[in-house]
């Protein structure tokens, strides 16, 4: 987000009916023993792979569930009257309860030209509850179920248009509060979260623009520049979702309607419309692209979210992060590089990774592609991984910082948007680990974890063993009540030169930048050792600044720890050693310059980029 009739109620249920239903996939034929490789979509495999649910993957690395609990710990924490404050005063209900401040504070008197507390009041409450959904398809928590239906209780006595007059984002929060109903409906099993949706739908309809409205562009009479940020171009994914999940084919009807597709039909015609735009909003809004795609079957939708993506990695900063000062940049342009001294907000990080993670996500479901999963591995390790956490005060990381005098510091504005995200991402790490089709399993990322799911008549467990990304040896063990024939496929990422792996000892190369297909009759005891080569490169900032360049080591980009650029050259780079897993060592020659991962560093200034000479 840029720091840029009244219904009648109804009486809902207090009662949850919980369901679940075990994932199958069917049994294969029959076959020896196969090893494929291929760097493109295979045409013969047209059906988009499917996600796993988040309570089949259990993670056991300490970085990525330090994220989920301290993330979960804060939103359990919030009073249901604070969260609820800003829509009941908005719309002159009685709101006890403390004021959590920040961005989340109704303030009717706000100056927008300070973007502090009251800049979008409650505009992160949705996605609080969808990360409170997703937390409890992971944990079962019992508290965490509750607190979900009770605030959608709460929040179903609070709707009304006025919500709406008084709020400069109102197709955000709206798009937010789908996001969390329907996510409440499918992992929270909310008996009431559709009709909630429709009383909201209903409601909120008469206060939106009747199309996707660009940012900047205003649509509301005598209001001043803010009132211009909102983001209705964003709707169409979740609205595409609320009709998937089975909220009802109107959601399907508004997903088409609220398309923004002025914007797509350029994209899908190859003409590169980013520059210039608000960036995560518009990374954002190739998801509902993806959804057209997988919704309505829109070819063209799809063709925008591929070339879109193209665009937007041709400008992207070695860490997989864009957009530096929320500002999408003209590939080609020296935007990039001049950001390195210009500014220290390089990338909306939690948000942005958000938009990253499920626009890789969709594009690899469909495309079958390993490009999207290394794209969105780099992300991940890169920037998310290693934004300090949200704290219980409202502080949130917002930006990494790659300027040649980096360093990692909290947002000066409360509760802002990133913390809405930040939590969402932290339960999304599951999903985005493992994927299947009808004729077995993708593995995505690699990241210590036990999947579990139904194949055939059997029920298998997968065990991923490894210290990546500071490993390069990855170990999968099954155990299966009995034997089954599907295909495992590996990705094997495109820095990773001269990988292979070995089924029970037998060894095989595997080709980069693809996904490596294992097929065979499984049973328990059988393993998968693989082995990605983790060699040290330098990548440029862009073409035209050669000699300004990061060090990379497999999919971790290595930051140096100084305050200064020191004198250095490509070959002393590329000759780094590790001392231990988060430390690296470059000999300078009259010294040691010390490199760390994203993920290790804390308070420690530091550079992304040096110049080489």
């Known amino acids: 987000m840029t720091p840029s009739r009244r219904i009648s109620r109804r009486k809902f249920l207090k009662s949850v009916t919980l369901a679940s239903a075990a994932s199958a996939i069917p049994g294969l034929r029959k076959s020896a023993l196969a090893i494929d490789s291929s760097r493109a979509s295979d045409p013969t495999r047209s059906a988009s792979l499917e996600e796993f649910s988040y309570g089949d ?27 609820l404050k800003p829509f009941r005063q908005m719309i002159g209900q009685p709101a006890p309860g403390e004021d959590l401040g920040g961005w989340y504070r109704y303030e009717p008197n ?4 300070t973007f502090d507390a009251g800049f979008a009041p409650s505009a992160t409450f949705g996605q609080w509850v969808s990360a409170l959904a997703r937390t409890y398809a992971i944990t079962g928590s019992v508290a965490a179920r509750d607190k979900v239906l009770h605030l959608n209780r709460l929040y179903a006595q609070a709707i009304d248009g006025q919500f709406y007059e008084n709020n400069r984002f109102p197709a955000y929060c709206y798009d937010k509060l789908v996001c969390g109903l329907i996510d409440s409906h499918k992992y929270v099993g909310d008996p009431d979260a559709f009709a909630i949706l429709q009383k909201t739908t209903e409601t909120a309809m008469p206060h939106l623009p009747a199309n996707a409205i660009e940012h900047g562009q205003s649509w509301r009479p005598g209001k001043d520049e803010s009132w211009t940020w909102d983001e209705s171009y964003t709707m169409p994914e979740n609205l595409f979702l609320a009709y998937q999940r089975g909220a009802g084919k109107r959601y399907r009807a508004l997903g088409v309607q609220y398309l923004n597709d002025a914007f797509f039909d350029r994209l899908a015609n190859g003409q590169n419309d980013l520059a210039g735009r608000h960036a995560y909003s518009h990374v954002n809004s190739l998801c509902s692209a993806m959804q057209a795609y997988l919704t309505i079957g829109s070819e063209k939708h799809l063709r925008a979210a591929k070339n879109g993506f193209d665009m937007l ?3 992207s900063f070695v860490t997989g992060g864009w957009g530096p000062d929320e500002t999408l940049r003209a590939t080609g342009s020296s935007d990039v590089y001049d950001s390195l001294t210009k500014t220290h907000s390089g990338f909306e990080t939690p948000c942005g990774s958000y938009a990253h ?3 890789t996500r969709y594009l690899l479901r469909v495309t079958h592609n ?19 956490p949200l704290e219980r005060d409202g502080r949130t990381f917002y930006y990494s910082d790659y300027n040649f005098k980096g360093s990692k ?11 809405g995200t930040m939590p969402q991402v932290a339960a999304d790490y599951r999903i985005n680990t493992y994927f299947r089709d009808a004729r077995g399993v993708y593995v995505n990322l690699y990241i210590p974890s036990t999947l579990r799911w139904t194949q055939g008549p059997s029920q298998v467990v997968m065990t991923q063993k490894t210290e990546y990304p500071y490993d390069e040896h990855v170990q999968f063990d099954m155990k299966i009540t009995q034997p089954a024939e599907f295909a495992v496929n590996l990705r094997i990422p495109a820095w990773a030169e001269g990988a292979s792996l070995a089924v029970n000892g037998k060894r095989e190369t595997a080709q980069a ?10 049973k328990t005891g059988d393993r998968v050792d693989l082995e990605l080569p983790m060699k040290a490169r330098l990548e440029a900032v862009d073409p035209q600044h050669a000699d300004t360049v990061a060090l990379v080591v497999g999919p971790v980009v290595l930051f140096a720890v100084t305050d200064s650029q020191p004198k250095i050259t490509r070959a002393q780079l590329l000759a780094v050693k590790k001392m231990v897993p988060e430390v690296w060592h470059v000999d300078i020659g009259n010294g040691v310059m010390k490199m760390m991962p994203f993920t290790a560093i804390e308070d420690q200034p530091y550079t992304t980029y040096l110049r080489i000479t």
């Not at 706000?110 to 030209?113: G, I, K, L, N, R």
Request: charged share 20%; hydrophobic share 40%.
């Open 409 to 419: 510091v909290y947002s000066p504005h409360g509760w802002p948007c990133c913390s």
């Open 370 to 388: 390993s490009r999207y999963g290394d794209s969105m591995e780099r992300v991940m390790y890169n920037t998310i991984l290693g934004a300090k």
């Open 57 to 83: 993957v259990t993670l056991n690395s300490a970085l990525h569930e330090r994220q989920l609990q301290e993330t979960h710990a804060v939103l359990m924490d919030l009073s249901d009257d604070a969260l």
């Open 357 to 359: 993670f499920k626009l």
């Open 110 to 113: 706000y100056d927008w030209h």
């Open 513 to 522: 930048g693809s996904f490596a297909r294992v097929q065979r009759q499984w």
């Open 313 to 315: 990695a041709a400008q």
